[in-house]
């Protein structure tokens, strides 16, 4: 049985349930207990508050966690980064009142900056070679400068409207961060093929993201420049129609690219174009 820590409620909540249950870790969602075993599949689910999740998994409370980089590092990094996830991305950066006059990270020096994250600071400014005071608080940093608790502050961005309602301002980015894969640096190899059949389903699902499968109908004479602009997996599947002058083309295409291609599609001649998500691309 693998045990995966995951976050019990909160930012990394929702995507993380998806991608279980895309992995076909079907849990009784909405029971709220600590520990959860998933039907079909030898894994359990260890529900905790997200800054709970790196120490777990580093001293083997839990096997495997989904966790947001910026915990992981604040917390040491100790337990093995597996795979990056691509969700839950934001930053950490440094924000100070937006009337400051900012002319380098030389402004921090000697100033009070509250933070969640003290150790990624601290790494930072010995690297900057600036000495500053820290005011630890675990949530609503942002409204330490406007209370006249800090003078600035070390917090999650992502679209920047906190700060902009807090009147802040960003000046340093630190680092980025996204949801990630942690392991225990010492899994049974029992576990380990569990991880591994988790990690191809993890695989299967994020290679999908993004394509769609597209089906149509198009005129024979034309099929070498509908070829040239279907891109596909090696190359798109023909089939004759019924009526001779016409054949059915299958293929695959990245969602990016829809419009344009889909465009280019109906120029050449194309008819009756199907374009139906893909879940799961195993390749
Ligand atoms: N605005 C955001 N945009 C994108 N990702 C975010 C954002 N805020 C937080 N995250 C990511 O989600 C993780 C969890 O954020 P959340 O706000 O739920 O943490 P929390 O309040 O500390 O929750 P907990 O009660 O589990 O400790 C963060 O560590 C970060 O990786
Ligand atoms: O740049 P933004 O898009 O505004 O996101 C940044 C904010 O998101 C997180 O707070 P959250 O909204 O999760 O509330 P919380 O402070 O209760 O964690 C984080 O603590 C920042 O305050
Ligand atoms: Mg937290």
């Known amino acids: 049985m693998l045990r995966i820590a995951v976050q019990s409620k909160g930012r990394l909540y929702d995507e993380t349930m998806l991608l279980l249950e895309e992995a076909g870790i079907k849990l009784n969602r909405g029971k709220r207990i600590l520990l959860l075993s998933a039907k079909g599949f030898p894994v359990e689910v260890l529900f905790l508050r997200d800054d709970d999740i790196p120490q777990s998994v580093a001293n083997g409370v839990a096997d495997i966690g989904i966790v947001g980089e910026n915990e992981y590092v604040e917390k ?7 795979k990056r996830l691509g ?3 934001c930053r ?7 009337e400051e006059e900012y002319k380098g990270i030389e402004w921090f020096e000697g100033k009070t900056i509250a933070t969640s994250y003290p150790e990624i600071l601290k790494a930072y400014l010995a690297e900057k070679k600036v000495k500053a005071e820290f005011h630890v608080i675990s949530g609503s940093v942002e409204i330490a400068p406007g209370i006249g608790l800090a003078d600035a502050i070390f917090d999650i961005v992502s679209s920047g409207s906190t700060l902009v309602s807090n009147q802040l301002k960003e000046v340093e980015v630190i680092m980025q961060s996204e949801a990630l894969l942690i392991a225990n640096n010492e899994l049974s190899e029992e ?3 569990i991880l591994d059949e988790l990690l191809f389903r993890f695989e299967a699902i994020q290679v999908a993201e993004g394509k769609k499968y597209v089906l149509l109908n198009a005129p024979k004479e034309k099929l070498n420049e509908i070829i040239e602009v279907l891109p596909g997996m090696k190359s798109p599947t023909v089939t004759p129609l019924a009526n001779g002058d016409w054949v059915s083309v299958q293929s695959v295409i990245a969602e990016k690219h829809f419009w344009e291609i889909i465009g280019k599609l109906k120029s050449l001649g194309a008819e009756g174009i199907l374009v139906i998500p893909i879940e799961k691309m195993i390749l």
């Open 92 to 98: 950490l950066s440094l924000a100070i009142p937006k």
């Open 87 to 89: 969700f839950s991305k």
């Open 76 to 82: 040491g990094g100790e337990a093995k980064l597996i």
């Open 191 to 193: 576990k380990q093929a």
